[in-house]
Nanobody, 118 residues
Framework: QVQLVESGGGLVQPGGSLRLSCAASGSIFSINSMGWYRQTPGKQRELVATITKVGSTNYADSVKGRFTISRDNAKNTVYLQMNSLKPEDTAVYYC????????????WGQGTQVTVPS
């Protein structure tokens, strides 16, 4: 199994910045990609950003130019640097990891709350 632990959430004023961290542990071999998703009450969980083991990234249109995803392979940790935060960014942010091969699986963290007041 893979365990994902998020940290860094909190309350930040509009225009401010926040950095989320997600540390993976357990059966981390063959993790192909990690990413961040977010969810607000009554809505489907949506992709924010993903990054592969080799550094290929993908972003939702709503966060392009403001958010940056990165990873430290030595620490098995992925980060989400969030700048120019807006009230619309308020959500629970979830870390995600995908493992391929014979031990294929998808894993989620418990989520961390990000609040940007109006």
């Amino acid at each position: 199994q893979v365990q994902l632990v998020e940290s860094g959430g909190g309350l930040v004023q509009p225009g401010g910045s926040l950095r989320l961290s997600c540390a993976a542990s357990g059966s981390i071999f063959s993790i192909n990609s990690m990413g961040w998703y977010r969810q607000t009450p009554g809505k489907q969980r949506e992709l924010v950003a993903t990054i592969t083991k080799v550094g290929s990234t993908n972003y939702a249109d709503s966060v392009k130019g403001r958010f940056t995803i990165s990873r430290d392979n030595a620490k098995n940790t992925v980060y989400l640097q969030m700048n120019s935060l807006k009230p619309e960014d308020t959500a629970v942010y979830y870390c995600n990891a995908v493992r391929v091969g014979l031990s294929k699986g998808e894993y989620w963290g418990q989520g961390t709350q990000v609040t940007v007041p109006s």
